[in-house]
């Protein structure tokens, strides 16, 4: 209503104003164009204004100006600013200053000719507005924005009372950090800085896709002047990435159902449960429906035989997908390997027993495995073989010579790789797995000494030093090709204590062996058996060997009261070692025809050497031709028989 008065007094004053001049009013000095430089409809927040015109024209050129005159209005129509007269030529007005404070105030404009006849008055608005808005402030909602999710905030209302040129809109600015400013100035903000200008009501602002993490969003409300209000602030928080989720490993094949677990883990929006469109974490066995649970884990169970694929996925708080990076197998074997004997022994290798191991789905597992034997029809515990497995099959050999002569049945046992046990005791075709022991042939060996001459070690052999003998069937079909052990066992003090060497059995099966000279030694001949024929041994004989010494005397006549005879020996070792304090040795003497006396024992040194001086004080020795020689007693740790030196003759005179 006040308006509406204003408007009327100042349409009265116009009304007596013109009539003063009516008289003198030349309409051909109207200005043309009024026009507020910035804008005549625009609120400007500042108090001096520009006003421009174009001057009227007379014909080519413009018409003559004496002055411009003008003066200002408040709203009201209340005079601001009394006339004012500018003498001169111009078509502009660089300063008019607004007295008064923010509001809607007009200008009244007219030109005054050289001969003082004034034109029309013109007239144009000058708006003017310097009040600061009060704030706006971001209302961003709670949690976090997805990556993908365009960010749209709505700003709060300033309060009012509102400036007098209204609120034009918000000016917003946003960023990582401190963000950016709002507007370049302290004060105000330019029409293309203001983002949202359809006025107060057009709250609602698009940030577009942001990046992750802490984004300050600074927000000003903007007058229609440009004023701006005082800052405020909020932080949109954007996670663009989607959770990290990871599946227990698996541990190959097993025997049991399972239960497979899933974690997931972001580090910006987090997985704390937060309802049904929280966080949560899903599990999807074999492509089936997916098992949730709210927050950051969840189990499923996994049964049934075969391979199974599991999948794990995730969506954090801020609404962002994940998945494992990798999908994870289930091996499940329920059932126990397929294990049977084969159907019949080999010929050619009887005691070869195989049980082949069959599994379909984790396969056998070559680590464990045997097979085992007991008496048939016992309740004896079953003695395991030595068992390996080869390509599928459990391979052991019975010795079958060693168990007593009869009926013994065999278990097989086996696992697969995930762990199922499994026996069996019959063969592929059903039958129990039963043999009879022995599973070979038997065989027969014998050996004697004979022929080929005496050997000479460190003594004399006793008997032929060659062995011969036949290896037969126990049917006495004679063994061709076949090699033959002949194991000497040498007495004791002997090295080596035992040799064995082999020959091999000509097409009638016999064998002959030439023996090495050394000490005495028991003998022996062995068949180790092979795949199809058994041991045996037999020809047990003695070699007894005599000692070998030898010596000799320093002179063969010595003189009754007179110098010594010295003699010297040496005892043969080969094949036994002579200690460090030597061996005995019995000095002996006799008369051509008589008894071997002994009178004297020494010792040798470590090479087998002896030294003996004997004088002759008798003087019923003149004369006398004697024998002298070295005997060898049997004394322990020497392994040869007791024997002499050959004799050597001593005459006394």
Known sequence: MRRLLGLLVLALALAAAAAERAEAVDPALRPLDLTVIDGSTSWHPDNDFRLYWDLPRDGN??????????????????????????PGWTNRLDHVAVPWGPGAYEVELWLEAPGGETGPVVTTSLL???????PTRPLVPAGWFAGDEIVRLKLEHPAGPQPVSGIRGYAVAVGPGAGGAPCAGPARCKLEETDVRAGIADDTVSLGLLPEGDNLVRAVSVSGSGVRSAETSAVVRVDATGPAVGLDPTTGWVDHPVRVSARALDRLSGMAPGGPAGPYTAISVDAGPPR????????????????????ASARDAAGNLGEAPERVRVRIDESPPAIAFARAQDPADPERIEASVADALSGPDPSRGSIAVRPAGSRRRFQALPTRFERGRLVAHWDSEGFAAGSYEFRASAADVAGNPGSAERRADGARMVLAAPLKTPTSVWGRLGGGGPARGAGDAVGATVYRGRLTSIAGAPLA?????IVESFADGASPARNVSVVRTAADGRFRARLAPGPSRQLEAVFAGTRDLGRSRGGEASLPVRSRVGMRASSPTAPVGGPPV?????????????PAGGRSIELQFRLPDGEWSQFRTIGTDRRGRFRYAYAFRDDDSRGVRFQFRAFVPAQPGWPYEPAGSKPVFVTGR
């Open 292 to 311: 949730l649970a709210a927050g950051a884990s969840v189990a499923a169970p996994v049964s049934g035989e075969g391979i199974h694929t599991v999948v």
């Open 566 to 578: 010295v003699f010297r020996g040496r005892l043969g070792d080969r094949g036994a070692p002579i």
């Open 61 to 86: 050129k413009d018409m003559a100006v004496a002055a411009v005159h003008f003066r200002l209005r408040d709203g009201d129509g209340r005079v601001a600013l009394a006339e004012q007269r500018l």
């Open 481 to 485: 090709g076949r090699e033959i052990e």
């Open 128 to 134: 003017f507005d310097d009040t600061r808005p009060e």
